[in-house]
Every structure is written in C-alpha cells, then in structure tokens.
T-cell receptor
Framework: ETGVTQSPTHLIKTRGQQVTLRCSSQ?????VSWYQQALGQGPQFIFQ???????GRGNFPPRFSGLQFPNYSSELNVNALELDDSALYLC??????????????FGPGTRLTVL | DQQVKQNSPSLSVQEGRISILNCDYT??????FLWYKKYPAEGPTFLIS?????DKNEDGRFTVFLNKSAKHLSLHIVPSQPGDSAVYFC??????????FGTGTSLTVIP
C-alpha cells in the first residue's frame, strides 16, 4: 500500500509569484485535505476535496485554490505569494465519505519559503 | 482565535514513567477528538481518537480521557518509551470535516 506523497519537498519563491504543490493520496482514498503549518503552530485547515469537489474550506483567502483529479491526486495553488505564506504545507488523505473522516493519513509536507 | 490549545510546549519524562499531555478547547460544538504524533521530517501520524459520547478510550499504552464539562482532554502514555519522543498534536472536529489542531507538545522520553 502506497502512502501519501508530496512534491516538491522544499521550494523557494519570491513575493508575488505563484506556486503549485502536489499530493498523491494513499491508495483507495477519495478525500484529500490541505493544511498550512506555520513555525511553532499546529496545522491550519485550508480546504478539503471529495471526489473532485471542494467539500469544506477554512479561513484562507481565495488566492489559495485547489484541484482534485479523477485518480484522487491533488494540487494546492497559491497566487500572489506573501511572506506570511512561508510554512509547511501538509496534505492528508482519507477514505471517508467526505464527512466525518477520523483517520487522515498525512504526507511529509512541502516546505515553502517566500522571500 | 485558537480554539484548541496545548499550553505546554514541551514535556520531559523518564523512561518507564507516565507521560500526560493536555489539551483544552473552547468550542462546545466539537464532538470528536484525536491525537496525532509527529516526528521531524514526517507528516503527523494518527494515534488515538475519542467521541464525545465517551470519556475514555484505550489503545495499548495510550489512553485518551475526555472531560466535556471542563472542555479538556488528555493523553496518557504508560509506560513511556524513548521512541515516544515526538511532537504530539491534539485535534478536534465539529460535525463536518474540518480539523482544528492545537499547537503541539514536544515530548522527550529520557532513557
């Protein structure tokens, strides 16, 4: 069984640029959630996708957007990068119905640095 | 506003003793709670969960206690082992699909 993978591992961008982060879900999982973890903080929920549709969103501006593909892999796109976007971005997959999903399997994260 | 709080950033415990990690929440709509463990350079790993209809859930060395009236939960690890050294996050869910995580407690188990 393949776990959750994320790419790239590390990324450096400059303010104003756009970035795309990628996530491959664990085999058989149809739900993916994205989180932002700033230094010294817990993960903050960005949004969740279930069967290619957005299924919930946290308190993040519209310049954070996502996609889920038919194979349930996912992308997180961030436009107009700001310095405060520097963080570890985690994706988590689960096999739930899009509602209560108690066991989310996390990837190792992508470390984004915005200069 | 931080709806889930872990007020102890770090904890050190001797091997073999009990580790107690605490978590407080403010939202009475939370009805499902989880603990995750995170090693450096890895994503968080699910450890144990509890529904609000229970006040205790046990899994091997790990027990989670929930006090709904105090809006408090705790994770007990007995006996603590050096491999338990990691950052522990508690998380809470209202009805729906959004997790709210605490800021984490770094546990060090001293051999």
């Amino acid at each position: 069984e393949t776990g959750v993978t994320q790419s790239p591992t590390h990324l450096i961008k400059t303010r104003g640029q756009q970035v795309t982060l990628r996530c491959s879900s664990q085999s058989g999982h149809n739900t993916v959630s994205w989180y932002q973890q700033a230094l010294g903080q817990g993960p903050q929920f960005i949004f969740q996708y279930y069967r290619e549709e957005e299924n919930g969103r946290g308190n993040f501006p519209p310049r954070f957007s996502g996609l889920q593909f038919p194979n349930y892999s996912s992308e997180l796109n961030v436009n107009a990068l700001e310095l405060d976007d520097s963080a570890l971005y985690l994706c988590a997959s689960s096999g739930g119905s899009g509602g209560r999903a108690d066991t989310q399997y996390f990837g190792p994260g992508t470390r984004l640095t915005v200069l | 506003d931080q709806q889930v709080k872990q007020n102890s950033p770090s904890l050190s415990v001797q091997e073999g003793r009990i580790s107690i990690l605490n978590c407080d929440y403010t939202n009475s709509m939370f009805d499902y709670f989880l603990w995750y463990k995170k090693y450096p350079a890895e994503g968080p790993t699910f450890l144990i969960s509890i529904s609000s209809i229970k006040d205790k859930n046990e899994d091997g060395r790990f027990t989670v206690f929930l006090n709904k009236s105090a809006k408090h939960l705790s994770l007990h690890i007995v006996p603590s082992q050096p491999g338990d050294s990691a950052v522990y996050f508690c998380a809470a869910m209202p009805t729906g699909n959004q997790f709210y995580f605490g800021t984490g407690t770094s546990l060090t188990v001293i051999p």
